[in-house]
């Protein structure tokens, strides 16, 4: 077999049974590339986790079209094993065929406990390897080793020198690569038994990709004081003679060749941080001009030349995993920053370069989301990959019964603007960590959709009666945590900051009963809805707003009473000019400016007649009668070349948002 996705795959075959019932303990069928391949055989999937959620679903999409005699395939997940089946609903149990899939069917020769901890996605590598080297049978080190060496690239006896080490930890979290603890406990152990590394944090710098950055960072100035200087690369310096925050060798081998391509890629997507030197004009004539700050305009042309470049060459394929646009997204980010930025000297020719490549990005990304998006919203919630998953990723966080924690959604904040406010944020409180993520927005990227998602812990669908507005957020959040064990008194919700002082709600979240907090910072929001300078000005204005100081007083707010704190966005925003407006009366349910929402489609059809570029898009997790029209690449449904800044379509800066942890830095 081709893949390890057809030993599951050969079972679902169309009208076999219009109901199975799967156990599935290690999420096989949640992974992204087994969901296309069950949708494109005509299966719709449900997952058991929620019965309430499970039976509104079962009920109204299923069962009153199996009463009406129509046919589907349906699949019913329970992640649990085989024998487990049977806590199923009795009425499943009747009328579902039955099967059950795990990891030791599909790997027998290697240890099922590691397996486990593996990221689905890696499966695919894991399967080639085990076709092209068939391992005998294999136990739990041997297994490890196996796949350090075979699914992520590491070979443990050929890190003998500190560049050696340095390109694995460089190549692991350029690509924000998640390696399970069991195999980085084994990596280390074996590292160990070479005293070259004995002065190297291993167990920290492998883990903490911000730790990691950190080290970096910190040492970059050493090696150009090296490089002035012509000495060699050497590790032997001791940090405590020049006062590093972060133990280990001071010097590293920046300029190896397979270290220097790292570089460059940190620095121009906004990783690592120019420094400033005072022999900058001589170190410009070297490959390190990149880390080293000469004039900011200088230094922010020719991160953008480099950067759009890299982009270019780099734009995610149609069938790319969901992580490969995230990672993305945050070249794209520092892109969009820098391309809007007034003191940069664009240029003609580099605006239109600009342009040239948001065209390619969208028409891709547009046709990546039209293939793999409903794939993304039954994808497990650790991490968290849709703003839905949130609250469940969150929830586990407190399995102790012991935190507090604070989501705070900024509402309408893009991942570019979130780059500007982590900039003020780290001037104004430079001992806080920021651990950045991202994920994905729901389509329609409106705030009825994708806030209340995010609050409510589910996809739009179960909330039909509530979509057209944010009235029940409140009753929403405090839903999902009664279903996870709190009281009402334990549950804090406020929206409609972001302005003022904080006095007030200082007194609320000081509540001793206040467990999670699920706050809501509109000022954002409120710009971008005024805004009539396009994305250059949403980053003046969102800077100046962040100047001013709410947000980090609300997190220095929270930090005060022990919460844990999240900081995330319901939707990005976008520059787009006016194609038109629809004249439709009252027959659109939301009239947005990137997005008409229509009740039926022939109404939806006939609008669209006047804007054959709109996309008529399927109503995924929504209710049935919400349908989406959404305008083209960046063009609105406003006037013919006015230009506003709105949210609702499909691009990357409105689809793929922050999802920061902010913590204080441990000494």
Request: some cysteine; aromatic content about 8%; hydrophobic content about 40%.
């Amino acid at each position: 077999m081709r893949s390890w996705r057809d030993h599951i795959l050969r079972e679902f075959t169309p009208n076999v049974a219009r109901l199975t019932l799967v156990a599935d303990p290690d999420g096989l069928l949640l992974e992204e590339g087994m969901l296309e391949g069950i949708r494109e055989r005509g299966f719709e999937l449900i997952p058991f986790d929620d019965h309430i959620a499970f039976r509104y679903a079962y009920e109204s999409q299923f069962r009153a079209r199996w009463d009406r005699g129509e046919h589907t395939d349906l699949v019913v997940v329970l992640h649990s094993a085989y024998n487990d089946l049977g806590s199923l609903p009795h009425d499943l149990l009747l009328a579902g065929r039955k099967l059950s899939f795990n990891l030791g069917d599909i790997f027998p020769n290697l240890s099922y406990p590691v397996l486990t901890a593996l990221d689905r996605s890696e499966l695919d590598a894991v399967y080639q390897a085990q076709q092209r080297h068939a391992p005998g049978q294999l136990g739990d080190n041997a297994t490890k080793e196996f796949l350090l060496r075979h699914v992520f690239e590491i070979a443990p006896e050929l890190i003998k020198q500190s560049s050696d080490l340095l390109r694995v930890l460089l190549r692991r979290h350029y690509r924000d690569q998640r390696i399970p603890a069991v195999l980085d406990a084994r990596l280390i152990q074996l590292l160990r038994q070479n005293t070259t590394f004995d002065d190297w944090p291993l167990e920290t710098l492998a883990s903490d990709r911000e730790a990691f950055l950190a080290f970096l960072q910190e040492r970059w100035s050493i090696f150009l004081d090296c490089e002035l200087a012509g000495k060699e690369s050497s590790v032997q310096e001791s940090d405590e003679v020049y006062g590093l925050s972060i133990r280990g060798p001071a010097n590293l081998p920046f300029g190896h060749p397979d270290i220097r391509v790292y570089m460059d890629n940190l620095f121009l997507e906004g990783l690592l941080r120019p420094v400033p030197h005072e022999h900058s004009t001589a170190l410009a004539k070297s490959w390190v001009t990149i880390g080293v700050r000469n004039g900011a305009t200088e230094d922010r042309s020719r991160r953008l030349v480099k950067l759009l470049d890299g982009l270019g060459n780099s734009i995610p394929a149609e069938d790319a995993r969901h992580t490969d646009w995230l990672h993305f997204a945050r070249g794209w980010a520092e892109m969009v920053l820098l391309s809007n930025d007034p003191e940069v000297s664009s240029g003609t020719e580099t605006g239109q370069s600009v342009r040239e490549l948001q065209v390619r990005v969208d028409s891709r990304f547009a046709a990546w989301l039209s293939k793999r998006y409903a794939g993304l919203v039954n994808l497990p919630p650790v991490p968290p990959v849709m703003l839905h998953h949130i609250p469940r990723f969150l929830a586990r966080q407190m399995d102790d019964g012991r935190a507090k924690i604070a989501l705070v959604i900024v509402d309408g904040l893009s991942l570019d603007q979130w780059l500007i406010v982590r900039e003020v944020l780290t001037a104004q409180m430079p001992d806080c960590v920021f651990r950045e993520h991202s994920v994905f927005a729901w389509i329609p990227t409106i705030t009825a959709v994708s806030r209340q998602a995010a609050f409510a812990g589910k996809a739009p669908i179960f909330f039909p009666n509530s979509i057209q507005s944010n009235e029940r957020e409140p009753a929403l959040w405090t839903q999902f945590w009664a279903d996870h064990g709190l009281l009402p008194n334990q549950v804090l919700y406020k929206r409609a900051l972001g302005e003022g002082k904080t006095e007030d709600l200082a007194n609320t979240i000081a509540h001793p009963k206040v467990k999670i907090a699920g706050l809501v910072i509109g000022k954002v929001d409120k710009i971008m809805h005024g805004m009539e300078l396009g994305t250059a000005g949403m980053h003046n204005q969102v800077r100046q707003w962040a100047n001013l100081s709410f947000l980090s007083m609300l997190v220095d707010l929270l930090f005060a009473q022990g919460f844990r704190v999240w900081l995330t966005s319901d939707h990005g925003n976008v520059e787009a000019e006016g194609c038109g407006r629809p004249s439709e009366g009252a027959i659109a349910d939301v009239r947005g400016e990137r997005v008409r929402i229509y009740p039926d489609r022939t109404l939806r059809s006939k609008v669209k007649q006047r804007f054959p570029a709109a996309l008529e898009w399927e109503p995924v997790g929504l209710p049935e009668a919400y349908l989406p029209l959404i305008a083209s690449g960046r063009q609105a449904f406003v006037a013919e070349g006015d230009c506003i800044v709105g949210h609702g379509g499909l691009s990357v800066e409105e689809m793929i948002v922050p999802f920061v942890e902010i913590e204080r830095a441990t000494t």
